[in-house]
């Protein structure tokens, strides 16, 4: 997901700015709130600290949405250079059966699925976090660790309490972390700011724009112009 990040050196606080444009038939008011709860909740949950220049910085996260039709959503994606702007299609299913973001980490484009739980389940959160350009990380066995983070895909290992069923053996059916146990982490927050640039105003550009929108059932649109 793009974002714009902006740096104010007086407060030293940097805030990441996203606004997620939903559309399809799922793309409605009351999921839309829960998703965009469910990310500003967790991400602000570990109160990041990036240090930048030598000094430390607070993050806040400011995410934002609106309701379009598939036609708004072509009229703004079309030619979009705004990396604030991201394009979600919401629909109960689709052909890979999971919500996914775009073509490669950081882009500003997804398609997700109600099936998956969004603003319950910390599916949005998980491919929010794709979108700012964090991948599933190296560890996949969390057990002693506590909660894993945020990027941690569904077949980790973590200990009973956090799995589907506590007394499943791990690694079999009901063996894996339930994703609900999720927690953003600082070290996710950090890995966020790795190698971005911010300008002489304090503006730094997070992700890319492939501006791409999807059918009902997750397959690319093309634009007609």
Same mark, same amino acid.
């Given at each position: 997901?793009?974002?714009?990040?902006?740096?104010?050196?007086?407060?030293?606080?940097?805030?990441?700015?996203?606004?997620?444009?939903?559309?399809?038939?799922?793309?409605?008011?009351?999921?839309?709130?829960?998703?965009?709860?469910?990310?500003? +909740?967790?991400?602000?949950?570990?109160? $990041?600290?990036? !240090?930048?220049?030598?000094? *430390?910085?607070?993050?806040? =996260?400011?995410?934002?949405?609106?309701?379009?039709?598939?036609?708004?959503?072509?009229?703004?994606?079309?030619?979009?250079?705004?990396?604030?702007?991201?394009?979600?299609?919401?629909?109960?299913?689709?052909?890979?059966?999971?919500?996914?973001?775009?073509?490669?980490?950081?882009?500003?484009?997804?398609?997700?699925?109600?099936?998956?739980?969004?603003?319950?389940? +910390?599916?949005?959160?998980?491919?929010? $976090?794709?979108? !700012?350009?964090?991948?599933? *990380?190296?560890?996949?066995? =969390?057990?002693?660790?506590?909660?894993?983070?945020?990027?941690?895909?569904?077949?980790?290992?973590?200990?009973?309490?956090?799995?589907?069923?506590?007394?499943?053996?791990?690694?079999?059916?009901?063996?894996?972390?339930?994703?609900?146990?999720?927690?953003?982490?600082?070290?996710?927050?950090?890995?966020?700011?790795?190698?971005?640039?911010?300008?002489?105003?304090?503006?730094?550009?997070?992700?890319?724009?492939?501006?791409? !929108?999807?059918?009902?059932?997750?397959?690319?649109?093309? =634009?007609?112009?």
């Amino acid at each position: 997901m793009a974002a714009l990040a902006i740096l104010n050196e007086q407060t030293k606080t940097v805030t990441l700015f996203a606004k997620l444009f939903f559309y399809g038939s799922e793309a409605k008011e009351t999921i839309a709130f829960k998703i965009t709860e469910e990310i500003r +909740t967790m991400y602000h949950e570990p109160k $990041g600290i990036v !240090l930048l220049y030598n000094i *430390p910085y607070s993050i806040n =996260f400011q995410i934002d949405f609106e309701i379009v039709s598939l036609e708004q959503a072509f009229g703004l994606a079309y030619q979009n250079t705004d990396f604030r702007y991201n394009f979600v299609r919401i629909e109960p299913q689709n052909h890979v059966t999971r919500s996914f973001m775009g073509f490669g980490l950081g882009d500003n484009v997804g398609h997700w699925i109600t099936s998956d739980n969004l603003g319950q389940s +910390t599916t949005a959160a998980h491919e929010f $976090g794709h979108a !700012l350009g964090l991948d599933h *990380p190296v560890l996949t066995d =969390f057990r002693g660790l506590g909660n894993p983070g945020i990027m941690s895909p569904r077949g980790t290992l973590v200990d009973a309490h956090l799995q589907w069923s506590p007394l499943a053996k791990a690694g079999e059916y009901g063996g894996t972390l339930n994703p609900i146990h999720r927690r953003v982490q600082a070290y996710e927050i950090e890995a966020i700011f790795e190698g971005v640039v911010f300008d002489d105003q304090g503006h730094a550009k997070i992700g890319y724009l492939s501006n791409i !929108l999807f059918s009902e059932n997750g397959e690319v649109l093309r =634009f007609i112009v």
